[in-house]
């Protein structure tokens, strides 16, 4: 026969009633074996917020560096660039001073041809052989040049082709826009002294019909207005002053209006002995000749 076994529910006792009678030894050890996942470990919210933090400083920080990099990269990129525009402008002035030719002209009633120089403080009007035609070729015959300054356009350059007679001012084409932010233009002409040719002296002006020759040198100043860090300007100059001497001086005849200036031999015993002055200085940048 089979004995029939009555099921008998089972009890589980906690672990707080089973450990009540006994010893606060066996206690800690009951309590260590029924503690759930007692390996693992997790971070407090503390500890999460000082993280996020230290996270979002080191952030912040690559970001500023990057952010002043990236503007210093542009501030050197127009900085190069606005001087490739300086350098061109100046090497064409430079060219076109150094191709001064002495034009003359004789008006009905004088008995000399006149000298057709304009040279004022701020601004210079004279003849020159560099031609350029609208494709930038070199070209021949005389142009006459006139360099201005004028208070919403900057420096601007007015030319006209000399075929014959008297050149005027008024008769100028309409005026060539060369760089907006000159602010301040300067010319000075260099004198020598009649009684002692190796010295001379600088002059804010020159009358070709007066003085019925060119001046030895022109001494040509450019001022631009400093931009501070955010690009406005601050209320100073940037002064770039640059000397070109007149290395030839011509006995043309009066009526020719189409001559051919002869190149300088520099070397050799048929060395031109019209050549006179130094050799061209460099730009010098941020401050004045005095």
């Not at 008024?170 to 040719?197: A, N, T």
């Amino acid at each position: 026969m089979r004995r029939k076994v009555k099921n008998k529910k089972q009890t589980i006792t906690p672990w707080w009633v089973r450990t009540k009678d006994k010893s606060p030894k066996e206690t800690r050890s009951l309590v260590s074996i029924s503690a759930p996942f007692p390996s693992e470990k997790g971070f407090t919210l503390l500890e999460i917020l000082i993280a996020i933090s230290i996270l979002s400083i080191i952030t912040a920080i690559i970001a500023s560096s990057l952010h002043v990099g990236i503007l210093s990269w542009k501030r050197g990129e127009a900085a190069t660039e606005r001087y490739q525009q300086i350098r061109i402008l100046t090497d064409e002035m430079v060219q076109q001073l150094k191709s001064i030719y002495p034009y003359k002209f004789q008006k009905a009633g004088n008995t000399k041809p006149q000298l057709i120089f304009y040279g004022e403080e701020h601004s210079l009007g004279f003849t020159t052989t560099l031609v350029k035609g609208s494709k930038g070729e070199r070209g021949g015959g005389l142009m006459f040049v006139y360099y201005d300054l004028d208070n919403g356009k900057g420096l601007i350059k007015r030319e006209k082709i000399v075929f014959t007679g008297d050149i005027s001012i008024k008769d100028l084409g309409d005026p060539i826009e060369l760089d907006p932010e000159v602010s301040e233009l300067k010319f000075e002409y260099y004198e020598k002294s009649k009684r002692d040719p190796q010295s001379g002296r600088w002059v804010n002006s020159w009358d070709g019909k007066s003085k019925n020759q060119l001046p030895k040198a022109i001494r040509v100043t450019l001022g631009f207005p400093r931009k501070g860090k955010a690009g406005s300007s601050n209320g100073s100059l940037d002064e770039i002053t640059f000397t070109v001497p007149i290395l030839i001086e011509l006995k043309p005849d009066p009526f020719s209006v189409n001559p051919t200036l002869p190149q300088p031999n520099l070397t050799g015993p048929h060395a031109n002995p019209l050549l006179v002055g130094p050799p061209n200085p460099p730009l010098e940048f941020g401050r004045q000749e005095k």
